[in-house]
């Protein structure tokens, strides 16, 4: 590891700035990869004090030579790419159909009382005891997946946005009201911007759930992806395969939550936090 | 003083009548009601200036709000040109007294916001609201957002996007209350001046008797909570001369009689000269 090495030396020289962001940088590198390097020490020391096979308990170099070889094969990216593409329009359809059902909610707040219960009632049925009708509506496949990830990112970007909305000073709507909108033109104008930071605390909390749907739905009603993978590898005594396959949907996560949806929601709930403030 | 060009000159704006309002508020834990306003019973003809002067908590901004057609009264009618007011329209804009601009539009977005539903295209509507601000004398704040405004630039941002909106009727609440003295004189003759051209009716709240003196065809001064009408003022001076210097003696005049009233409206127990020294 370089990362630990460099961290600890003196921070000297010229271009403080920019030494300080590569300093900084490094450091949250280093902090991110010593529980990894933690619990591949873990993983090994287990396996050579268990002693199990590598079929019951795979090693992490036998992993590691795993993976080489998906990724020689192509399967490993081709995996990827079909789950990532498929939690992207599940998470999008859930969004798409969650805010404007948010939305028409909040204008008819006596509806939505009632409504309610029922949200709560569906919300409690995970989305892996849909699959066998979705299949049997749908066939195996795409559609099947989809329908699973939307279903489970749909209730927190529902939830989020209404409590989002119910956020919003009343004085921005009747501002928007007198200034001549209709119901459609406050939606727009005032409800949709405004509870931007719900939405966006409910795509990320959605995301996450329909990422694990996601692996579960392909386990049962796919030919391809990340999910197929693990489950499929198991059944043909490639257990190696198995753990390849959870060790890229763990990382695959860390990557997208980082790279994407944290920056996102930091930004969003920080501008939004300091406009709330005046107005 | 800069030229505004679309702020030509318009039909009459609306007459007003106000029925026997009463207002209570239920409050939310205990339900009990608390009568913040009324009986009042006002007439506004077409195209007048109204004063509206009180004690703090008497229910000026209710009142407000009944007319804007954004607070159902308990009891009593509102009507503009006859027809009756169920809800709130363009036809009455409101310069609220906690601005409530929207925070995620930039300033010109928000003083734009009145001509684009008016059905504008961005480009006229920018152009409108870029006007209002030079008139409200911050031309150069239109791309900041109003949490990077003082409370007194995001007033005047307030009344320049009700303004832009060119309502029949304007009721503005205390809307240079947080402005310095020198921008509130500015602000003040544009308004008149503005008011003379577009022939809008005003219905305007404020705490200053100079301030009522100096804009208002007619000042109502209401009672202590829960407000009624206490007394009513006809101010007679050409508007166009109550700016000079000259009739300064005849304004403060107006204000003093104001005052004398406004003092008898102070609830007793507490009676303070300081708060209406405007
Ligand atoms: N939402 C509310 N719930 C309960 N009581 C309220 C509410 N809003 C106002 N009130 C009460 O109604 C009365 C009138 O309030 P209002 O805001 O209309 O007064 P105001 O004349 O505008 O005062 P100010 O000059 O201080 O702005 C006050 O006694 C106030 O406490
Ligand atoms: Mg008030």
Do not use: D, F, T
């Given at each position: 590891m370089v990362g630990l090495d460099t961290a600890t030396l003196p921070r000297v020289g010229a271009g403080r700035s920019r030494s300080a962001w590569f300093w900084a940088r490094a450091s949250s590198l280093v902090k991110l990869t010593v529980p990894f390097v933690f619990l591949v020490a873990v993983w090994q020391m287990s396996a050579l004090v268990l002693g199990l096979s590598n079929y019951l308990y795979p090693r992490p170099a036998l992993v590691l030579r795993t993976f080489g070889v998906l990724v020689a094969h192509g399967v490993l990216l081709s995996y990827t790419e079909t789950s990532m593409?498929?939690?992207f329009v599940g998470v999008g359809v859930g969004t798409g159909v969650a805010i404007p059902v948010a939305l028409a909610l909040s204008f008819y707040r006596p509806f939505a009382r009632m409504m309610f219960p029922l949200i709560n009632f569906f919300t409690a049925i995970v989305e892996l005891a849909w699959i066998p009708l979705f299949v049997l509506w749908f066939g195996y496949g795409f559609k099947v997946i989809v329908l699973s990830i939307a279903y489970v990112t749909f209730f927190p970007v529902l939830a989020n946005t209404m409590s989002g909305i119910g956020q919003i000073p009343k004085a921005s709507v009747q501002a928007a009201q007198t200034l001549g909108a209709n119901r459609w033109q406050v939606a727009l104008h005032v409800l949709l911007p405004g509870s931007l930071p719900g939405s966006v605390t409910g795509v990320r909390t959605g995301a996450g759930y329909g990422f694990r749907s996601l692996i579960g739905a392909e386990m049962i009603a796919a030919q391809s992806g990340l999910g197929y993978m693990i489950f499929e590898s198991r059944a043909n005594q490639l257990t190696q395969r198995t753990v390849a396959g959870m060790i890229t949907i763990g990382v695959l996560w860390l990557l997208v939550d980082r790279?994407?949806?944290?920056?996102?929601?930091?930004?969003t709930?920080?501008?939004?936090?300091l406009l709330r403030r005046a107005r | 003083?800069?030229?505004?060009?679309?702020?030509?000159?318009?039909p009459a704006g609306g007459s007003l009548e106000v029925n026997d309002v009463c207002h209570e508020y239920v409050r939310a834990g205990d339900k009990t009601a608390v009568i913040a306003l009324g009986p009042v019973s006002l007439q506004v003809s077409a195209g007048e200036f109204l004063c509206l002067l009180g004690p703090s908590g008497c229910g000026k901004s209710t009142l407000l709000m009944i007319i804007a057609g954004l607070l159902p009264p308990t009891r009593g009618t509102v009507a503009v040109d006859a027809v009756p007011v169920t809800g709130p329209s363009r036809e009455r804009g409101v310069v609220f007294q906690d601005y409530a601009l929207l925070p995620w539009k930039t300033v010109r977005s928000n003083v734009a916001l009145g001509p684009r539903l008016a059905g504008a295209s961005r480009r006229e509507a920018n152009q409108i609201a870029d006007e209002y601000l030079e008139l409200v004398g911050m031309p150069q704040a239109g791309d900041r957002y109003p949490h990077e405004l003082s409370g007194g630039m995001r007033q005047r941002a307030a009344v320049a996007r009700t303004l832009a909106a060119k309502p029949k009727v304007l009721l503005m609440d205390e809307p240079f209350a947080a402005v310095d003295a020198q921008t509130r004189g500015v602000l003040q003759e544009e308004l008149v001046g503005i008011w003379a051209r577009t022939a809008q009716t005003v219905v305007f709240v404020t705490h200053s008797v100079e301030e009522a003196a100096l804009l208002a065809d007619r000042v109502v001064v209401m009672s202590s909570a829960p407000g009624r009408v206490q007394e009513e003022f006809p101010v007679t001076l050409p508007h166009q001369v109550r700016f000079s210097r000259e009739s300064a003696p005849r304004v403060a005049e107006v204000a003093a009689s104001l005052l004398a009233?406004?003092?008898?409206?102070?609830?007793?127990?507490s009676r303070q000269v300081a708060s209406w020294s405007g």
């Open positions: 593409w498929r939690w790279l994407y949806l944290r920056p996102i929601e930091k930004a709930v920080e501008r939004w936090g | 003083m800069p030229v505004v060009g679309s702020v030509a000159a318009k009233s406004v003092r008898v409206a102070q609830p007793r127990q």
